[in-house]
């Protein structure tokens, strides 16, 4: 395939980073991050062990674009699993972060709805199907978790998550 590549992606070293591919469920089979890199701190926590799972949460997702619960509260320093059931007609996905992050992503989605991304603190599902997140939460704070794919966020498929 012979294609241009414009002077400004060069400069700002996109071409680094790998093509945005289609939004697929398929393409994110492993939510886990790999066992031989270090995980990523991030704000509102750190990708989580399996073996250290003390809580199993699970959250509906539904195509009124609401969470249930919407609404979760967990102790500073535990690993939870949650555990997504997507019980609406279309792909829905929790992606966890701060609100601040969250809304700069959805803004992205926008503009690239059919980007990739794979990160332990995300999980894209199917319809009638379910997905897992296994994370700790080893920072206080309050942080959320939503559906960004372009529409269910501003139509308000947002949760909060409470860690003490």
């Not at 073996?51 to 690993?79: C, L």
């Not at 709805?113 to 296994?134: F, L, S, T, W």
Request: proline share 7%; net charge neutral; aromatic share 4%.
């Amino acid at each position: 395939m012979n294609t241009l590549i414009p002077s400004c992606l060069l400069s700002i070293g996109l071409l680094a980073q790998p093509l945005a591919q289609a939004h697929a469920p398929s393409a994110h089979s492993n939510h886990q991050a790999p066992s031989s890199a270090p995980a990523e701190q991030k704000d509102w926590g750190i990708a989580g062990d399996a073996k250290k799972v003390t809580r199993t949460i699970e959250i509906s997702m539904t195509d009124d674009m609401r969470f249930a619960p919407n609404q979760i509260q967990v102790k500073r320093g535990e690993t939870v699993r949650l555990v997504t059931v997507n019980a609406g007609k279309v792909l829905h996905e929790i992606v966890i972060g701060t609100p601040q992050e969250l809304k700069a992503h959805a803004e992205m989605m926008k503009k690239h709805p059919g980007m990739e991304h794979d990160e332990p603190y995300m999980a894209h599902v199917d319809p009638g199907q379910k997905g897992a997140i296994v994370w700790t939460f080893n920072r206080a704070g309050s942080f959320e978790f939503a559906c960004l794919i372009p529409g269910h966020f501003e139509a308000g498929m947002i949760g909060r998550i409470t860690v003490k």
